[in-house]
């Protein structure tokens, strides 16, 4: 089964990571956050979901 990135069940896992009080702003090892991989990839509805919950 392909899932598309970006799509809805990632787009849930966001969500859910939010609503359970996930950094948003945890940078993987090469220092990137969150809403710049959203960015780089034009993930539309992650980036608007990270932005309201405090992204940079």
């Known amino acids: 089964m392909l ?32 809403l710049e991989h959203a960015k780089k990839h034009g993930y539309k509805e992650m980036m608007e979901m990270l932005t309201q919950a405090g992204g940079k």
């Open 3 to 34: 899932v598309e990135r970006g799509g809805k069940k990632h787009q849930e896992i966001v969500k859910l990571l939010i609503e359970h009080k996930a950094n948003v702003n945890l940078a993987d090892y090469d220092g990137v956050t969150p």
